[in-house]
C-alpha cells in the first residue's frame, strides 16, 4: 500500500462472519510505499475481507484463501 502523507494506519484480517482474526498493522507510519506479510498457515480455505483505515481514508476489500 502506498502512503501519502503520514499518520496512523490499521491493517486488519477478517473472517464472513465479521470477526477479526489478525491486525497486520497498528502503528504510526511515514509517508511511501509499504509491504505486509501475513502468514495465513493456521487458517482454513475461504473468503475473507481486509479493512485499511489511514487517517480518513477507510478501505475494505474481500481475498480468497486457496489451500
Known amino acids: 500500500y502506498a502512503l501519502p502523507a503520514s499518520g496512523h494506519v490499521r491493517l486488519s484480517v477478517y473472517n464472513m462472519l465479521g470477526q477479526e482474526i489478525a491486525t497486520l498493522v497498528n502503528e504510526h507510519q511515514g509517508p511511501g510505499y509499504k509491504s505486509v506479510s501475513f502468514d495465513a498457515s493456521r487458517l482454513p480455505s ?22
Do not use: C, Q, S
Not at 485499511?52 to 481475498?63: H, L, N, R, S, Y
Open 46 to 67: 475461504g473468503m475473507y475481507t481486509y479493512r485499511i483505515t489511514a487517517g480518513t481514508f477507510t478501505d475494505v476489500k474481500k481475498m480468497v484463501l486457496i489451500r
